[in-house]
């Protein structure tokens, strides 16, 4: 660079490139970093001195972003991306190395790439910190709703406590002094189901803390039958087969008795609720290196990947709207781990998922 010109000239170049970088931050829309990274990284080729012939490479943790031709041997200037004080990504602006050499940088292009460089650690540093604060206000959303949830469930559970007691002393009483047989086999049905929607009023009473663990030594085969009778109608509404296959008949682990049957309830009904018609739902329970292992396969559409880190949170469900709360997985999530047990899911092949949950043994 020979003329007071030529100097002036690349001056203003670097100027006008520091400056559109500056626009484009600060108009950047946080979902669309990828382009705004794209758009500065036009901007640094085109403030360069040798501009057609130069190549400029954005990294980041999460994007890498390129503007020119790569060749194989470039000589180039680097600068380091920083976030937070920690080192996250570089900005890299090269030459082919066969006609140009170090040298050709000049020192205000070397400063004009550090600039940049800080401009796009402030404004990674800016997004990390909103998607933190939302994901903080999510969260704080969540436990409010889990909390108000809490309250009415401990409300209605207590609220039909009572009818139902009255239900079964009455039907009780009927039985003594009724002798036609069908009239009899109709209260036997009455009874059932009082009996059956008081245990749901426990597990209603359980999600609001209102029941505490009953652990004991429970035999997992009797309880796994009784949540496949409850089960049967919405087995043969879609014509599903229920194949259960366990090691031994004793097999048995320390629980509430009634939770571990909330649990399998759940993840039953939703592999029922995946699976197409005319398939098979397997429920198989094993020892295995310490553990009772519990494996749950249905022959779904299986879970998605963008979606797989997301099936254990409060109120997160694939059903339509009025099909599902979303709290399923969580409290299931919630018992097994009061249980000190651990539950995962993996894909099923050729299709669906296999739900595996380890109980110690012991």
Same mark, same amino acid.
């Given at each position: 660079?020979?003329?007071?010109?030529? +100097?002036?000239?690349?001056?203003?170049?670097?100027?006008?490139? =520091?400056?559109?970088?500056?626009?484009?931050?600060?108009?950047?829309?946080?979902?669309?970093?990828?382009?705004? #990274?794209?758009?500065?990284?036009?901007? /640094? $080729?085109?403030?360069?001195?040798?501009?057609?012939?130069?190549?400029?490479?954005?990294?980041?943790?999460?994007?890498?972003?390129?503007?020119?031709?790569? +060749?194989?041997? #470039?000589?180039? @200037? +680097?600068?380091?991306?920083?976030?937070?004080?920690?080192?996250?990504?570089?900005?890299?602006?090269?030459?082919?190395?066969?006609? &140009?050499?170090?040298?050709?940088? /000049?020192?205000?292009?070397?400063?004009?790439?550090?600039?940049?460089?800080?401009?796009?650690?402030? /404004?990674?540093?800016?997004?990390?910190?909103?998607?933190?604060?939302?994901?903080?206000?999510?969260?704080?959303?969540?436990?409010?709703?889990?909390?108000?949830?809490?309250?009415?469930?401990?409300?209605?559970?207590?609220? #039909?406590?009572?009818?139902?007691?009255?239900?079964?002393?009455?039907?009780? #009483?009927?039985?003594?002094? @009724?002798?036609? +047989?069908?009239?009899?086999?109709?209260?036997?049905?009455?009874?059932?189901?009082?009996?059956? *929607? %008081?245990?749901?009023?426990? $597990?209603?009473?359980?999600?609001?803390?209102?029941?505490?663990?009953?652990?004991?030594?429970?035999?997992?085969?009797?309880?796994?039958?009784?949540?496949?009778?409850? =089960?049967?109608? *919405?087995? $043969?509404?879609?014509?599903?087969?229920?194949? &259960?296959?366990?090691?031994?008949?004793? =097999?048995?682990? %320390?629980?509430?008795?009634?939770?571990?049957?909330?649990?399998? &309830?759940?993840?039953?009904?939703?592999?029922?609720?995946?699976?197409?018609?005319?398939?098979?739902?397997?429920?198989?329970?094993?020892?295995?290196?310490?553990?009772?292992?519990?494996?749950?396969?249905?022959?779904?559409?299986?879970?998605?990947?963008?979606?797989?880190?997301?099936?254990?949170?409060?109120?997160?469900?694939?059903?339509?709207?009025?099909?599902?709360?979303?709290?399923?997985?969580?409290?299931?999530?919630?018992?097994?781990?009061?249980?000190?047990?651990?539950?995962?899911? *993996?894909?099923?092949?050729?299709?669906?998922?296999? &739900?595996?949950?380890?109980?110690?043994?012991?």
């Amino acid at each position: 660079m020979n003329t007071t010109e030529d +100097k002036l000239r690349e001056r203003i170049k670097e100027l006008t490139c =520091l400056y559109e970088v500056t626009s484009i931050i600060v108009n950047c829309d946080y979902s669309q970093l990828e382009l705004s #990274l794209q758009a500065i990284a036009h901007c /640094l $080729k085109g403030a360069v001195q040798y501009e057609t012939e130069s190549y400029v490479k954005i990294t980041t943790n999460n994007y890498v972003l390129e503007d020119g031709s790569f +060749k194989e041997s #470039l000589c180039c @200037i +680097k600068s380091n991306i920083k976030v937070f004080n920690e080192v996250s990504g570089t900005i890299l602006i090269g030459y082919p190395s066969d006609k &140009f050499s170090e040298d050709d940088f /000049l020192d205000e292009e070397k400063k004009l790439l550090e600039n940049v460089c800080l401009e796009i650690g402030n /404004l990674i540093e800016r997004k990390q910190i909103r998607d933190n604060e939302a994901y903080i206000k999510k969260q704080m959303e969540r436990t409010d709703r889990l909390n108000i949830l809490g309250e009415i469930t401990a409300g209605i559970a207590h609220e #039909l406590n009572t009818p139902l007691t009255n239900i079964l002393g009455f039907t009780e #009483l009927l039985e003594d002094e @009724i002798k036609d +047989k069908k009239q009899l086999s109709d209260l036997g049905r009455i009874k059932e189901s009082a009996i059956f *929607s %008081r245990e749901i009023v426990k $597990k209603l009473m359980f999600f609001a803390c209102e029941v505490p663990q009953q652990m004991q030594k429970v035999t997992l085969k009797p309880i796994v039958d009784n949540v496949l009778n409850l =089960l049967k109608p *919405s087995f $043969k509404n879609k014509n599903i087969q229920s194949i &259960f296959d366990i090691e031994s008949p004793d =097999l048995q682990i %320390r629980a509430d008795e009634i939770q571990i049957t909330q649990v399998l &309830f759940n993840i039953i009904m939703n592999a029922i609720y995946a699976s197409p018609e005319h398939s098979k739902v397997e429920i198989s329970i094993k020892k295995l290196k310490g553990n009772i292992q519990v494996k749950i396969i249905d022959e779904g559409s299986g879970i998605a990947s963008t979606i797989e880190d997301k099936v254990y949170e409060p109120f997160f469900t694939t059903k339509p709207t009025g099909d599902g709360s979303g709290l399923g997985l969580s409290v299931v999530h919630g018992i097994i781990s009061s249980h000190k047990g651990t539950i995962k899911h *993996s894909k099923n092949s050729p299709k669906g998922t296999i &739900f595996t949950i380890n109980f110690p043994e012991n």
